[in-house]
């Protein structure tokens, strides 16, 4: 069994920046790609970003680009989402999610491809 659990949010006026952090327990993680969703009071939960546990390849939503980051930390199982020039329309709950899949494309960007999710961490942002 996987154990994630997401920290980091807050509540950061318009501009401001905040990292969440996802540590993950049980299993090892070396084959995992990670990812990032959240869920906005009254809509469905929709895909952030991804990154593939090696690193090397990472993948966001066109809302994000530039503004977000997604790294990681082997050592530690763990993940963060880098939020900077923040706007009010990223408030959420933001979840992070495991995929035990042996490959990472674009797919990924479908919570269909996750297998392990946390309970997420809320982010207020205010204008």
């Known amino acids: 069994q996987v154990q994630l659990v997401e920290s980091g949010g807050g509540l950061v006026q318009a501009g401001g920046s905040l990292r969440l952090s996802c540590a993950a327990s049980g299993r090892t993680f070396s084959r995992y790609a990670m990812g990032w969703f959240r869920q906005a009071p009254g809509k469905e939960r929709e895909f952030v970003g991804a990154i593939s546990w090696s690193g090397g390849s990472t993948r966001y939503a066109d809302s994000v680009k530039g503004r977000f980051t997604i790294s990681g930390d082997g050592a530690k199982n763990t993940v963060y989402l880098q939020m900077n020039s923040l706007k009010p329309e990223d408030t959420a709950v933001y979840f992070c999610?495991?995929?035990?899949?042996?490959?990472?494309?674009?797919?990924?960007?479908?919570?269909?491809?996750?297998?392990?999710w946390g309970q997420g961490t809320q982010v207020t942002v205010s204008s």
């Open positions: 999610a495991a995929s035990r899949r042996p490959y990472f494309t674009s797919r990924h960007a479908s919570e269909d491809e996750y297998d392990y």
